[in-house]
């Protein structure tokens, strides 16, 4: 199994400025994922991060909004840049274990734009 | 394109009855297929994995493949309260440990 620990939880930040979201993970995980997640909906994939390449955006995701770092194997971070209020949700890191065949989830990060 | 469709519900089901949930896929190679349940507030969590075609069953949940109509189901049975929230199909389409979302089913189960 991996256990994610994401931080902060939930942050209430201005529009225009920018948040840093953390993912660390206690192993070693070659793909790292960030999603957002609207109230009520379901998971909306953002990018895939791999340790020493430059991350992969989905449609509609570009880089100078959302910049990616990945360090090394155990962590990742995700920022949300020039934040507006439809920027508010909640962003989840996750990682999919070969070995227990399942994915894994952080605990989330409740971002409120004002 | 890559889609997996369910049923946003919400679906309704009395304490005791058997709640069937239903999921859909559009890549025919698809290998693995998966259940996750979210609490409202929570992060997803893996309730069922299943690989081949026919049921697999753990407890009072049991997961149905069918690959030819590219078909997977969750049945609970002996429905509890503590099972109301929303259940997320997830499929692997590309074996690139990247999976593909469904919209997700929110169950309520009434005392």
């Known amino acids: ?114 | 394109q890559k889609e997996v469709e369910q049923n946003s519900g919400p679906l309704s089901v009395p304490e005791g009855a058997i709640a069937s949930l239903n999921c859909t896929y559009s890549d025919r190679v698809s290998q693995s297929f998966f259940w996750y349940r979210q609490y409202s507030g929570k992060s997803p969590e893996l309730i069922m994995s299943i690989y081949s075609n026919g049921d697999k069953e753990d407890g009072r949940f049991t997961a149905q493949l069918n690959k030819a109509s590219q078909y997977v189901s969750l049945l609970i049975r002996d429905s509890q309260p503590s099972d109301s929230a929303t259940y997320l199909c997830a499929v692997d389409m590309d074996s690139n440990y990247q999976l593909i979302w469904g919209a997700g089913t929110k169950l309520i189960i009434k005392p």
């Not at chain 1, 070693?28 to 379901?42: C, E, I, K, L, N």
């Not at chain 1, 390449?53 to 995701?61: H, K, P």
């Not at chain 1, 990945?70 to 934040?83: A, G, Y």
């Open chain 1, 1 to 114: 199994s991996a256990v994610i620990s994401q931080k902060p939880s939930r942050d209430i930040c201005q529009r225009g400025t920018s948040l840093t979201i953390q993912c660390q993970v206690d192993s070693q995980v070659t793909m790292m994922f960030w999603y957002r997640q609207q109230p009520g909906q379901s998971l909306t994939l953002i990018a895939t991060a791999n340790q020493g390449s430059e991350a992969t955006y989905e449609s509609g995701f570009v880089i100078d909004k959302f910049p990616i770092s990945r360090p090394n194997l155990t962590f990742s971070t995700l920022t949300v840049s020039n934040m507006s209020p439809e920027d508010s949700s909640i962003y989840l890191c996750s990682v999919y274990s070969s070995g227990a065949a399942e994915a894994f989830f952080g605990q989330g990060t409740r971002l409120t734009v004002v």
